[in-house]
Every structure is written in structure tokens, then in C-alpha cells.
T-cell receptor, first 116, second 111 residues
Framework: ETGVTQTPRHLVMGMTNKKSLKCEQH?????MYWYKQSAKKPLELMFV???????ENNSVPSRFSPECPNSSHLFLHLHTLQPEDSALYLC???????????????FGEGSRLTVL | GNSVTQMEGPVTLSEEAFLTINCTYT??????LFWYVQYPGEGLQLLLK?????DKGSNKGFEATYRKETTSFHLEKGSVQVSDSAVYFC??????????FGKGTRLHILP
């Protein structure tokens, strides 16, 4: 139990569907992240939110739409996805680096997405 | 920019063998260094970390020493078990607070 919970764990959707992935962290962290992990490819950072403000968007296609209503919750809204978007989507959180904290990431178990 | 390079896998070892997974980095200043592990079907978990030169991180029998002179943070374990089969990621957090991951090394341990 890492303190970061992702739902659903598995999702199958057609290219015309709209679905959302949810992430919740119980660690009191201020930053939340979405990563994409595809087979045989490096971990890809998608979005970063710090105190609910988006601080990074790594040229992610607009069919992925993040939402961060507060520092504990993060969503990834999905619409008109492509089969190549099938992957494991990982959420993570962290606290700002300080004298008492090294700023490591705490990951959820991921949402396995399959786009048909 | 900052970067992390780790050895390509997969690495296959017999149980009780000695393990080394190499990791080198490029960064300005003194980044924090991490090893994460991902077991099948799960997310990444922090395995160990080090924040300054000559620090040794350790956990579950794994160790890594922050070597500034060689910009390395190699992961070692003296006697691996089947349950150590997983993907291992080296990572750093630089002065810009960005976290950079290596590509991951898949480890298979044979009984």
C-alpha cells in the first residue's frame, strides 16, 4: 500500500468511447503526475500538477485531458483514443524537495488501458 | 540536460547469484538518486535512495552507493531470490526538481 490509489485497474474501451481514470493520494503531497508505460518503451511523463496547477505538459495529444480539482485527486479524461494509446497509465505523487524530504515519487498500481 | 543511463536487459541469473545493475547519470550539482522496482502487474515502488556523495542506500538486501567521481549509482545484491524478478529503474531528481528515469532493466531469477 503506497498511499496512492488508482481506479479502474483495468479498462477496455472503443475508439469512440469517453472514459476517465482516477487517482487519489492520501499522503498530503502537493504534486501529482501522470506517466504512460508502454511495452518496450521508456516511462513517459505526461502531466505534472503542483498545488492543483499544471506545471508540465509533455506534448501530450489533446485526446488526453487531465483534471486536478485539488491536491489529493487527479483525473485523466480519455476520448477518441487510438489503439497505440493502449498502455499502463501510472499516477504518482510527491512532496517538494526540502531538507527533510528527498522528493521521491510514490506510485499507484496503474490503470491498464486497452483501446480496441 | 540531466540524464540517466542503465544497463540494457534482460538480466538472467540463477538463485543465490550476485547481482549488479549498472546506472550512470549526467547532472549538474548534486542530484538525489533513486532505485525503483516494478513487480509484475504493479506500479513502481521506491527501493532505495541516496542524497549526497558516498551515501549508501540499502533495502531488502539491495545496496547502491552514490559515487560522485564516477557519476554512478550501481545496484547490487549479494544473493538474489526468485522473488527479486522484476524491472528495476534508476532515477534522479535534479536541481530543477525534475525526475528523470532510466529505461529500466528486467531481471529474471531462475530457481
Amino acid at each position: 500500500e503506497t498511499g496512492v490509489t488508482q481506479t479502474p485497474r483495468h479498462l477496455v474501451m472503443g475508439m469512440t468511447n469517453k472514459k476517465s481514470l482516477k487517482c487519489e493520494q492520501h499522503l498530503g503531497h502537493n504534486a501529482m503526475y501522470w506517466y504512460k508505460q508502454s511495452a518496450k518503451k521508456p516511462l513517459e511523463l505526461m502531466f505534472v500538477y503542483n498545488f492543483k496547477e499544471q506545471t508540465e505538459n509533455n506534448s501530450v495529444p489533446s485526446r488526453f485531458s487531465p483534471e486536478c480539482p485539488n491536491s489529493s485527486h487527479l483525473f485523466l479524461h480519455l476520448h477518441t483514443l487510438q489503439p497505440e494509446d493502449s498502455a499502463l497509465y501510472l499516477c504518482a505523487s510527491s512532496q517538494d524537495k526540502s531538507r527533510a524530504n528527498t522528493g521521491e515519487l510514490f506510485f499507484g498500481e496503474g490503470s491498464r488501458l486497452t483501446v480496441l | 540536460g540531466n540524464s540517466v543511463t542503465q544497463m540494457e536487459g534482460p538480466v538472467t541469473l540463477s538463485e543465490e547469484a550476485f547481482l549488479t545493475i549498472n546506472c550512470t547519470y549526467t547532472a549538474t550539482g548534486y542530484p538525489s538518486l533513486f532505485w525503483y522496482v516494478q513487480y509484475p502487474g504493479e506500479g513502481l515502488q521506491l527501493l532505495l535512495k541516496a542524497t549526497k556523495a558516498d551515501d549508501k542506500g540499502s533495502n531488502k538486501g539491495f545496496e547502491a552507493t552514490y559515487r560522485k567521481e564516477t557519476t554512478s549509482f550501481h545496484l547490487e545484491k549479494g544473493s538474489v531470490q526468485v522473488s527479486d524478478s522484476a524491472v528495476y529503474f534508476c532515477a534522479l531528481r535534479g536541481r530543477d526538481d525534475k525526475i528523470i528515469f532510466g529505461k529500466g532493466t528486467r531481471l529474471h531469477i531462475l530457481p
